[in-house]
């Protein structure tokens, strides 16, 4: 079964601080991507990851890939209000020659920051 | 530039109707794909276009689901005798296509269907 797991599911921080969220997928994939949803809107993409090791920041949040371990994080720098939002991991399970696209989306964080 | 639009975006029917959800996808996107986003979960694949054929229909529920891409642009979500469980937002995305691989899916903002 294909799994996308993020932990946590829930956080509350306070500005100024730093913060990581884990994404644990079991299937083999060569792409992950993170997106923004907040409430009552659709989904904001912020990164695509292809290859091992790829690293992409966008001001303060900062997301990496490590394609052997099937581990994706998306760590946030001092952390400001703005940010509050869930943010969700997918990816794009290979199969059948690596045409299908449909993502495979894990629970989402719903990240709360704290004046 | 324009992004995918949905309508409607609300829509509350009443057990065992019909009910269709219209996305237009962002115009030169090969690529469509259709999701369902209960609460507090992250959107769940119903089916995928490329072109005008579906790719992959795999997330379907059951078969009071379809969905059809005519021309290969705008699509259509039909849903029959629809059930509360149905209640949900139904999300559509494109993307574009090359060398045969989709790319980054770009969403709309949404249908969400009440079924009372």
């Known amino acids: 079964e294909l799994k996308v797991e993020q932990n946590p599911l829930f956080l509350s921080m306070q500005e100024g601080k730093n913060y990581t969220i884990y994404c644990n997928y079991s299937t083999t994939s060569d792409r992950l991507y993170w997106y923004r949803q907040d409430p009552g809107k659709s989904l904001e993409s912020l990164f695509v990851l292809l290859s091992n090791g790829a690293v992409k920041q966008e001001g303060r949040l900062m997301a990496s890939l490590d394609t052997k371990a099937r581990l994706s994080t998306l760590h946030i720098t001092a952390a400001v209000h703005d940010l509050s939002a869930t943010y969700f991991c997918?990816?794009?399970?290979?199969?059948?020659?690596?045409?299908?696209?449909?993502?495979?989306f894990g629970k989402g964080t719903k990240l709360s920051v704290k004046p | 530039g324009a992004g995918v639009s949905q309508t409607p975006s609300n829509k509350v029917t009443e057990k065992g109707k019909y009910v269709e959800l219209r996305c237009d996808p962002i115009s030169g996107h090969t690529a469509l794909y259709w999701y369902r986003q209960s609460l507090g979960q992250g959107p769940e694949f119903l089916i995928y276009?490329?072109?005008?054929?579906?790719?992959?229909d795999s997330g379907l529920p059951n078969d009071r689901f379809f969905a059809v891409r005519p021309e290969g642009s705008v699509s259509t979500l039909k849903i029959q005798r629809t059930e509360r469980g149905d209640s949900a937002v139904y999300l559509c995305?494109?993307?574009?296509?090359?060398?045969?691989?989709?790319?980054?899916?770009?969403f709309g903002p949404g249908t969400r269907l009440t079924v009372l």
């Open positions: 995305a494109s993307s574009p296509t090359s060398g045969g691989r989709t790319d980054t899916q770009y």
């Open positions: 276009f490329q072109g005008t054929g579906a790719a992959d």
């Open positions: 997918a990816v794009v399970p290979l199969n059948y020659g690596g045409s299908q696209g449909n993502l495979i």
